[in-house]
């Protein structure tokens, strides 16, 4: 067994690869520090493009990133597995056991140890324990999930438009998203964005494509926890474009084939997508008396530490750090850079017994994208308040978020060569997948 100071990452999202390259590259040539990271996946994809995998205009196959690669170029360890439990008190963690698709064991339980654990495990949807939500609904919690998702587009296309003899025969692809905050929203947009490029090849297939996408959401309006003028704005496009709005709606039910609402409403669709809320994932309930609050996430303090482990550190989505006015910091793809970002110099110091510096959240605004027609959103800072963006300017602030993200794991002139070999990869590659 090494001697060395074991630092364990737990979750391979954009908090937890950031901080496990920059602690890599830090201490490649320490041979006294070990990091290591831990994911159940393979790869790795920003999640706010879910949404585009999921629509079919976002290659995953192109754009993940291996988490084997990334790991042997800077410095790190990785191991697959999805936490399971924690054990505090003899500083370990076990891994579930890992079962191919044909249900034959690839790998049995296991047990890492570490001296610094970091938790970044993100979240997943939250059903509130609506009836039918887990039977019926899709998800875009994962890649892989949003890859279902995209298949199960491709076939109900396929089947209700394939099948019809003529055009008066033809039925609607009725999608119905619940949940209107960023990811639902985008989505939606996305979609109506899908019909209209599937009609481009109304020469070829004879067929025009008549798809119906609805959003509910429960609050009064959509983009709850956003700005009411983001959602204003953003209410006029999705209408324009189409798409049915219906808020003030508490959904109660979903069976195969439609969506019941509190008010007795009900919508039919062939494809309901759950977007309604998150929680952090059950395995946090395992983990030897570590506080969480009421949706699981763990409760941290201001140097992000746990709240019961000096030795325990949590980040990103599955982390609960005080904010303002009595509000969590939001789960948001900036909180999660932020947070890394100071965990990588918090730990450094935490290896050297020193003092940690405190998490200040700075909110730099919010951006809603809707795909190819506009992107609307507010930047904010130090020295600007407020400020209101719409148009070419807001994409490509929203554009550059991701560049931000590639920055942090390969360097400029890496993401640079990248930016340029997909500007000419989209030259020659239609602009969604359609298998």
Known sequence: MSTAHQILIIGGGAAGLALASRLGRHYKRDNAVEVTLVDQQLTHIWKPLLHEVAAGSFDPNVNEISFLSQAKRCGFQFRLGSLQSINREDK???LAAISGNDGELINKERRLHYDTLVLAIGSISNDFSVPGVAENCLYLDTTQQAENFHQRLVKTYTQVFSSATDAADRQKLNIAIIGAGATGVELAAQLRRIADLLDSYMDITGQTVNIDVSIIEGANRILPALPEYLSTVTTTQLQQLGINILTGESVTE?????????????IECNIPVWAAGIKAPGALNNTQGLETNKINQLLVRQTLQTTQDDNIFAMGDCAACAWKDGQWIPPRAQSA?????MLAKSIKLHLKNKPLPEFKYLDYGSLVSLGHYTTVGNLMGK??????IEGLIARLVYLSLYKMHQISLFGHVRTGLFTLSNLFRRSVHPEIKLH
């Open 92 to 94: 370990h963690i076990v």
């Open 254 to 266: 979903i069976t195969a084939t439609a969506v019941h609402t509190a008010s007795g409403k009900t």
């Open 337 to 341: 850079h932020q947070q890394a970002k």
């Open 383 to 388: 020295v600007i308040k407020n400020v209101r």
